[in-house]
Structures are given as structure tokens and as C-alpha cells.
């Protein structure tokens, strides 16, 4: 049963600090979205990428936040620095345009900044 | 810009009763909707989805339909169970040179035995 991979589940650290969130789509997927999910804002979409190129960041406050997708089997999101407001569930989501609709959701990460 | 919304936002039932969620979408051009449960923790799961040719979908003791005339969908659960106890989204795709969902803000349903 393949399913999509994130690293790592848990994340605390302080105000002012990188952190880098890890994803692995399914294999064969070709598209992978970033979500972050609060009890405030319910899931948002913060980046999109198809065939490895950027396609949608708006969702994503750019002067802290940066998505990459170096190979076909890693996607990254970071955040530098990170600030308390960043504290969320960030979910990451892989599917295959083209072919249907469906998203398969990653694990999350739970980030915690103090 | 295209927009979902979900009601109830928390729906109790007794174990055995129905429960129905419903969610409305403004794009009429959307043609993908895909229902999601969230159990606490969890991963949000793709549990059904139904297209713009479908009416009605059903799995067992889950359904969807879908009235596109007045662009609203709804899942249905009968005869629930605790486990079904769960944060449900409804989602509606668009496409705007790539296609992409708009989640509603999720219903928590808590199932009393």
C-alpha cells in the first residue's frame, strides 16, 4: 500500500530558526502539494508543484518561505526564520495531473516555534 | 475565487442514527468532489469521491451526491458507528491553468455509543 512519506512528524524549536519539512510522494505521482492546517484556517494550500516545476506559491508567505522539489522522490519546504504563527500541522499531498483529481495525503508535520 | 463551504461544522449523533454533511461550491466549471476524513492526528484519508457525470455514489453505509443545478454535494452515513467519529472535508476542484481543490472548513462528527 504506498503512501506518501513525511519528515519529520514532530518539530520544536525557537523563533528565529530554520526548519526544513521532508516529503515523499508516491512513487509514479507526478504532482505534490503543500498544506498547512490550523484550527483557525482549516487546510490551505501553500505551494503546488507538477513534474518537479513550481506551478502555484501564492498560498505561501514568500519572504520566509520557500518550496523546492530537487528530484522526482523529494519535495522541501522551508522556513526561514521561522516565527510562533508558523506552529501548524503541514501536511504534504501527492496525486497524478492529468490522470484524476485524487490527492493522497502525507502524515504531517507537527511544527511547534516558541 | 472559488469557494466551499460545509456545514454543520460539528454534527453529534447517537451510534445507529444517520448523519448527513453538506457543502455547497460557488465555481460552476468545478468537476472533481472528493470527501476526506481526518481522525485525530491523523492524515486526512480520501474516503469517496464523485464526479460531474455522477449523481449519487455508494459505498456500504457511505453515499455522496451531488445536485449540480444548485452546486451543492453531500455525504451521508448510516447506521454510524464510534469509529466514524472523525473531522469530514468536502473539497471541489478548479482549474485555473492547473487543476488544484478548495477544502471546505470540515465537519467534526462525534458518534455517542
Redesign the interface.
Known amino acids: 500500500d504506498a503512501r506518501v512519506t513525511q519528515t519529520p512528524r514532530h518539530k520544536v524549536t525557537e523563533m528565529g530558526q530554520e526548519v526544513t519539512m521532508r516529503c515523499q510522494p508516491i512513487l509514479g505521482h507526478n ?1 505534490v ?1 503543500w498544506y498547512r492546517q490550523t484550527m483557525m484556517q ?2 490551505e ?1 501553500l505551494a ?1 508543484f ?1 513534474n518537479r516545476a513550481p ?2 506559491d501564492s498560498g505561501m508567505p514568500k519572504d520566509r518561505f520557500s518550496a523546492e522539489m530537487p528530484d522526482a522522490t523529494l519535495a522541501t519546504l522551508k522556513i526561514q526564520p521561522s516565527e510562533p504563527r508558523d506552529s501548524a500541522v503541514y ?1 504534504c499531498a501527492s496525486g497524478r ?1 492529468g490522470v ?9 508535520t507537527r511544527l511547534t516555534v516558541t | 475565487g472559488e469557494n466551499v463551504e460545509q456545514h454543520p461544522s460539528t454534527l453529534s449523533v447517537q451510534e445507529g442514527d444517520s448523519a448527513v454533511i453538506k457543502c455547497t461550491y460557488s465555481d460552476s466549471a468545478s468537476n472533481y468532489f472528493p470527501w476526506y476524513k481526518q481522525e485525530l492526528g491523523k492524515r486526512p484519508q480520501l474516503i469517496m469521491d464523485i464526479r460531474s457525470n455522477v449523481g449519487e455514489k455508494k459505498d456500504q453505509r457511505i453515499a455522496v451526491t451531488l445536485n449540480k443545478t444548485a452546486k451543492h454535494f453531500s455525504l451521508h452515513i448510516t447506521e454510524t458507528q464510534p469509529e466514524d467519529s472523525a473531522v469530514y472535508f468536502c473539497a471541489a476542484s478548479i482549474l485555473t491553468g492547473f487543476q488544484k481543490l478548495v477544502f471546505g472548513t470540515g465537519t467534526r462528527l462525534l458518534v455517542s455509543p
Do not use: A, I, K, W
Not at chain 1, 484524476?100 to 504531517?108: A, C, L, T
Open positions: 504532482t502539494f482549516g487546510l494550500l503546488y507538477r506551478l502555484d501536511f495531473t484524476s483529481y485524487e490527492q493522497y495525503f502525507g502524515p504531517g
